[in-house]
């Protein structure tokens, strides 16, 4: 019963920073309860995950190609979770997606079946 809403994607030049806004309705559901995810997905490729937070926020992950260029986070009172993006490359173009489920698969978070919710995505263009 969760609705998720992204926003924040846009143009950017490599090297240059974005970072992505993910909200989630209160009305039918509790979003605390859920882990939250980041997904992305470009044009003839795989669905791709690219962070995880739990909902405690105690346990994170990312994927290998954006390790220490971006970070994930989470507000429980605005019911978001975020991705800061840092030195944007090219092929972080894709239309980002947000995702939650509950409980979270720790050893296959990256895996788009195990998530029960989506949002519609967000586009980004790393591009000069």
């Known amino acids: 019963q969760l609705q998720l809403v992204e926003s924040g994607g846009g143009l950017v030049q490599p090297g240059g920073s974005l970072r992505l806004s993910c909200t989630a309705s209160e009305f039918n559901s509790d979003s605390d309860l859920y882990a939250l995810a980041w997904f992305r997905q470009a044009p003839g490729k795989e669905r791709e995950g690219v962070s995880c937070?739990?909902?405690?926020?105690?346990?994170?992950d990312y994927a290998d190609s954006v390790k220490g260029r971006f970070t994930i986070s989470r507000d429980y009172v605005e019911n978001a979770v975020y991705l800061k993006m840092e030195f944007l490359k090219p092929e972080d173009t894709a239309v980002y997606y947000c995702?939650?489920?509950?409980?979270?698969?720790?050893?296959?978070?990256?895996?788009?079946?195990?998530?029960?919710?989506w949002g519609q995505g967000t586009q980004v263009t790393v591009s000069s």
């Open positions: 995702a939650a489920a509950s409980p979270l698969h720790r050893d296959s978070w990256y895996d788009p079946s195990k998530w029960e919710f």
């Open positions: 937070i739990s909902r405690s926020g105690t346990y994170i």
